[in-house]
């Protein structure tokens, strides 16, 4: 009986270390990891130029055209610097951020994204 109950704490000990913390929040639920997003900036257009992102989410741009492009906050909050051709930058998302945004050097540019509780 001892031994089968100290094989059972083990078991659960094991089982308990092994599952990632990163899955639980403070109440035992479980939760998503942060997820990565990719923009691609092609044709003067951002593609796609609609998405769905949580607290924690990075946001990745990557220039595709010859022209340089931005992708900057419209309230100024947030800006990823100047994508020459093939070059990347990212952003993470944090509450409240501008989820509007547009090319700095094309303001005819835009698009925006959402923020989703994280535990949906």
Same mark, same amino acid.
């Given at each position: 009986?001892?031994?089968?109950?100290?094989?059972? /704490?083990?078991?659960?000990?094991?089982?308990?270390?092994?599952?990632?913390?990163?899955?639980?929040?403070?109440?035992? @639920?479980?939760?998503?990891?942060?997820?990565?997003?990719?923009? &691609?900036? &092609?044709?003067? @257009?951002?593609?796609? !130029?609609?998405?769905?992102?949580?607290?924690? !989410? =990075?946001?990745?741009?990557?220039?595709?055209?010859?022209?340089?492009? =931005?992708? =900057?906050?419209?309230?100024?909050?947030?800006?990823?610097? &100047?994508?020459? /051709?093939?070059? &990347?930058?990212?952003?993470?998302?944090?509450?409240?951020?501008?989820?509007?945004?547009?090319?700095?050097?094309?303001?005819?540019? /835009?698009?925006?994204?959402?923020? =989703?509780? /994280? !535990?949906?």
């Amino acid at each position: 009986m001892i031994r089968r109950l100290f094989i059972r /704490k083990a078991a659960a000990a094991i089982a308990a270390a092994t599952f990632p913390a990163s899955y639980l929040s403070l109440s035992g @639920r479980a939760i998503a990891r942060p997820r990565r997003h990719r923009v &691609e900036i &092609e044709g003067f @257009r951002f593609t796609p !130029d609609r998405l769905e992102v949580a607290v924690g !989410d =990075t946001i990745t741009w990557i220039n595709r055209d010859i022209a340089p492009h =931005t992708a =900057t906050a419209t309230d100024g909050g947030w800006n990823t610097g &100047e994508l020459v /051709k093939d070059a &990347e930058a990212s952003v993470t998302v944090v509450s409240g951020m501008q989820t509007t945004y547009f090319c700095a050097f094309h303001p005819m540019m /835009k698009a925006r994204f959402s923020i =989703t509780p /994280k !535990d949906q």
